[in-house]
């Protein structure tokens, strides 16, 4: 199947009636005739790439059914204009054990060979002949003079294809309509997260600002024990009034007197004259009543009453 | 037929779009943890600047504790007012029972942070006051 044709890089001739060689370093193919259709147009256009839009209709008539990669060269006052079915030519490689990486170029036969390098003879039953200045594989028959094979340190044409692998299962326009899909949402996804990370940033700012505009310490930690001294100090006060306020209004008996109340050191003491151990009854009840632990000592007809914070 | 297969360009961006929804996942994560900090920065806030707007404003303290001192129902008292380092110093020797109601209950129920207090009854109708607020 293979011809061995330079030394540098390996150029082989693909052509499914050759025998099979296999290859374990880059190649470059020469695609043979009988990989492609080719032909010669003229058209008032001078870019390749405004005839290459006219291609598949040009070929539309004389192509079998299949999906086809179109290629157009310019030449001198005429266009050469290629078709081929990607898929054939990778299936027909992958079958002889061709990795794609290791293919490093691909040309048509078309381009390869020169008018000058025919008739060659590429077995003994084909034989590549230029007529009408397109190059077509006839039998060895035909041409009893040709030239035979041979390795040349030729220069590989730039004119190369590159083969799509996937062009039969989805279209290339497919392909850039998932691609763009595919990108439109890594964008829209970017965008979301840069947002999210501004309103972050703005959030952590306003933090900041928060403490700034309330005189506050720097940090959430500094703050925090600020805040807990301050609830502390107002739990503390509000309890002292609380009990302050109970033991005013006790309701106390004819001979029954507070003598003093001090508070010092989360403590408050209370002396109440005329009570007896026998008469804290009343007393004892109206501080249960309130939640009010307290101790108390009696001297003589002095009640002395601990409360603690 | 070096060129990129895209597939891998494909798989590259479905990858780089995992990566950045696992990245928008930990920025909303991320954003709600500051949301709530912000939120629990504010109440904190609010509370501070409301417990120390009533317990430590010396100012306010003062003028507000001498409106008290100097009220008419106070006159005969002899009320003494001592302010020493971040402290004042409340006292009277001997001062009315009347009076001493009267004191006590607009201290009690105003925002001081009242942190010694004695009162001692000299007799029925008489009491000795050493009160100590924090400034």
Redesign the interface.
Known sequence: MFTKYSKKIETLFLEPSLEFKSVEQNVNIILSPSFYWVKKISLPLKRERDVKKLLPSIFEEILPNGNYSYTVYKKEDYFLAFAYEDRVILEFLAARGVSMPHIANICFAQIFFSEADLPLRISKERTLVMQDGIVLMVPSSWQMSAKEFCLDDRVFPKQTIVLEKFNHIVDKKNIYQIGSLLVFVALLFGTELFMLQQNRDDVLSAKENLFATHNLKSTMMQNESMAKRYSALHEEQMKFRGIIAAIINLQLGQNEKIDSISYQNRSIRVLLNGVKESDFKHIAEALRAKNIGYKVNFKDTMAILEVQL | ???I???Y??FF??V??GV??V??GQ??E??HE??S??Q???E??Y???K??D???SKDKTVGALNAILKHSSLKSASLEQKIVAKKIYISSKSMRKSDLDFL?SKL?NGS??????????INQEEASLKMEIAL
């Open positions: 037929m070096n060129r297969n895209p597939l360009i494909a961006l479905i780089f779009i950045l929804g990245k928008i920025a909303k991320s954003l500051a949301k900090e912000f629990k920065a504010s904190i806030s509370e501070i600047s417990l120390r009533i317990y430590d006590i009690l001081y942070a009242i942190t010694a207090l004695e009162i001692q009854a």
